[in-house]
């Protein structure tokens, strides 16, 4: 029996999310519940070790907020379980976003507590974008500030995704080659990335191709004359022995030898990266330049570079594809209004800052030295972050999110970043994050008024139960 | 300006792959490399503090290798390339696998260097499909073997999937529910799961629903009379308080009250069980459960059990979604044959173990004591593991992926560890696997061949470069 395989597409997308999502979805309907909320997401609090994130997602986000519908398939699948009534999935057949998205762009960075995406509009509406939204903000931002921490060790020199075979699935695949690209990534081995989002795809070679010829010459010799500026891995059997190879080809092919570079994949890569250069130079191969793969993250290769070693470019895999270090952020997607009037948990650990915000960046000399988060409607100091990117349910007009954009600002803000924030070692003091008077003046009536709310109603069920 | 947004669909996925694998088939195709292949996807070593890993993804692997094709539109996206050649892209259009596929059954528990998945076909063939068995089998085994850890540890208490939002995409969401539930997790909060796989799906209530209603009972007033047996989210202010008012409804319902537990999500949830079991028990309300959600991992669910703690079910998100302490796995696809020879390499700490193999898991009393990994041909002890699941490009009839076999199938073999296997513990001494003699010999042969035919490529090389 031949099945086709699962895929999320446009087709199911809506039920891409959290059973929860439907069921209060249909109660707000039936209670008529359906003024505007505010839901904010952001991240609690940074991974340790990470001094920054990158936002990223936001792209998807809203071409998934535009035209997620549901067809009548997905219709027909919630109408075989219990929960729903005809007339709900009726109702829900022609459900549209209508409300407006704030968001900061893609390729800025963020702060523990700081909004990402704020979604207003009908409860239910923006209720039910929650899953969908953090799912792709989460992971898409998880990865970009992996990356940028890579990047920031690399320096001068290119970093490659090599990550896609050991990323969590195929969704994060095409996701993460573009994330990385925002955050600094030179180009990516996926080739579906490419075609999609136009990151720039490159590759090498593996040691199968070599272990099926019978002589590694006869691998490089083959792979030269078909690719010529290709990149050869030398390291399957000795890996000094295999640059010898490359020098002897290079004697055999004469002018026509255009290979541009070698890989390393294994063994001590700063000390053979060093003996490789010499055996490379000796032969008057200057031009040919050593990649590294296997391994990899910010810490060696920080390292290694630290150490003078002649490495060039740096593949990266495992460590970046899937962040391994902070794989998740504590992030949240929180009812912050409803119906006007501010909304917040007291649940302990888990404070929610009430109403719209703004993020207020305030630079020096062309520096970012500190955050204000701020009530959206305050004139707060420094550049607002927050933008109007969906109005009414349709992207605002001058807002893309094309990959080179999102690149160069994520380069340019990351550079405005103090330099021990952009730095890979943990940020003593962190960078400074305050929350504005008026936003503290808000949240302390919000919580008087919601522990007020508490009182009243436990001393009315007092009276309730006394009867 | 409206996109559709980016999905991983049947009509591009044979681009979901890395370029080298396009660029070493073409290199096989030019060269007129035809012969069978042999390749292995194992798993180097076990990551710190797992034991074995729970075999999964190759369902979806199949599907794949089946129905995969070039369209028109990834061939005009690569003949926008350099790379390839215009007769190439008219053989790729052509291409099937028309290879063999050898794999343990997912839920399966298999331990480092023992083979997955090995495939056997035209060299060119079997080294496309790598990116793609890769990602996806590493990636669900990753998710499967966390999800075991936690099923473990929480006994004869129900797991739910709550991660949706914190997993990696869109791909991962779907699959990782289907992987969870083999394990053994009772349902997931993906509906999609739900739809595409058949997984049981659940939910209860979010916080943004307590938070919208002025009152919290009113918020629970209106869900139980919606849904009936629903679960409550307690703790939206004050967890015991949020309790009480459960009693209240209850006693305001009277008969028509059937609301099947309460969720508590934040602060002390083992002390919070023994309060809030205390007064529902008080109340008569005997009847609900106590579910517990919040950060939620095998050990602090080990604890919250052996303290004693009332819980009935825990919803387990991040912690189990994105199997954070262990989001990766030292995970390969090797060449192990070529023409009728073993093949390997000489890299240092990466060794290959050439040819098809088989693993042999021997029982004593029922349980499974320690494996042997053999050569495929071998007569060796106990059970082998590893199945023709695909002949010439097509799944063997009784070769099926139904999630019910699989998830009974992962009981029973798991429930045939030894105790300190299955343990959340890191085990000593761990599972034995021993390499046959046969294997052994075949290894010393092939690399004393590939050691041979190394020295006398590097003195012909240097006969060489003395002309």
New interface residues.
């Given amino acids: ?10 087709d ?2 809506a ?10 979805l ?3 309907w ?2 008529e ?1 359906d003024r505007e ?1 505010v ?1 904010s997401l952001y991240v609690r609090r940074l991974p340790e070790g990470r001094n920054y994130l990158l936002a990223c997602g936001l ?2 986000v809203l ?2 907020i ?2 997620m519908r549901f067809n009548q398939k ?1 219709i027909d ?2 109408a075989e ?1 219990d ?1 729903f009534s005809d007339e709900f999935l009726d109702w829900l057949k022609d459900f549209r976003f209508s409300g407006d998205v704030y968001a900061v762009r893609e390729g800025t960075p963020v702060f523990s507590e700081e909004p990402i995406i704020e979604v207003a509009g009908p ?1 239910a509406e923006a ?1 039910l974008l ?2 969908f939204v ?3 903000i ?2 898409q931002t ?2 970009a500030s992996k990356a940028a921490r890579v990047v920031s060790a690399a320096g001068d020199r290119a970093v490659v995704d ?1 990550g ?13 080659a573009r994330a990385f690209h925002i955050a600094g990534v030179a180009a990516t ?4 990335a ?4 136009g990151v720039p ?9 070599i ?2 010829h ?4 006869d691998a490089f010799r ?2 030269a004359h ?2 010529g500026d ?1 990149i050869l891995l030398v ?5 000094l ?1 295999g640059v ?2 490359v020098v ?1 080809l290079a ?1 055999e092919m004469g002018d026509e030898f255009r290979v541009r570079g070698i890989r390393l ?3 001590d890569l700063a000390q053979l990266a060093v003996d490789s250069r010499k055996i490379l130079d000796d032969a008057g191969l200057e031009n040919v330049d050593i990649f590294a793969s296997g391994g990899l993250n910010e810490h060696n290769i920080a390292e290694m570079i630290e150490e003078g070693a002649p490495i060039s470019g740096f593949g990266v895999g ?2 970046m ?4 270090d902070a ?3 504590d ?1 949240a ?3 912050t209004a ?2 006007e009037t501010g ?8 404070k929610i800052l009430p109403g719209r915000k703004q993020i207020f960046r305030i630079e020096e000399n062309g520096g970012a030295v500190r955050d204000v988060l701020g009530r959206a409607d305050e004139d707060g100091p420094g550049r607002p972050l927050l933008r109007k990117v969906m109005s009414g349910g349709k ?1 605002v007009a001058d807002e ?1 999110h094309s990959l080179d954009e999102a690149r160069e600002r994520a380069r340019e803000e990351i550079d405005k970043l103090p330099e021990r924030i952009r730095s890979i070692a943990a940020a003593e003091p962190p960078y400074p994050v305050q929350i504005s008077d008026a936003l503290k003046a808000y949240q302390r009536e919000i919580t008087e008024a ?1 522990k007020d ?2 009182s009243a ?2 001393s009315s ?1 007092e009276r ?2 006394s009867r």
Same sequence: chains 1, 2.
């Fill in positions: 029996m031949t099945d086709q395989p699962k895929w999320v597409t446009a199911n997308a039920l891409l999310t959290d059973q929860y999502e439907l069921t209060m249909q109660a707000y039936r209670e519940m909320a839901f792209g998807d071409d998934y535009e035209t997905s699948y919630l379980r929960e409860i209720q929650e899953t953090m799912n792709q989460h992971f998880v990865l090599f896609l075979r050991r990323m969590h699935g195929a969704d994060a695949g095409i996701k993460a081995s996926n080739v579906l490419g075609q999609l989002y795809v490159t590759g090498t070679m593996a040691h199968s191709y272990q099926a019978d002589r590694e010459l083959a792979f078909l690719y290709t390291d399957t059997y000795d890996t022995e010898r190879k002897e004697e994949d294994s063994g495992t460590g594809g899937v962040a391994d794989p998740a952020l992030i997607y929180k009812l409803y119906a909304r917040l948990k007291l649940s302990s650990g888990k992207r893309d919601v709310a508490q109603e436990a069920a309730g139960s």
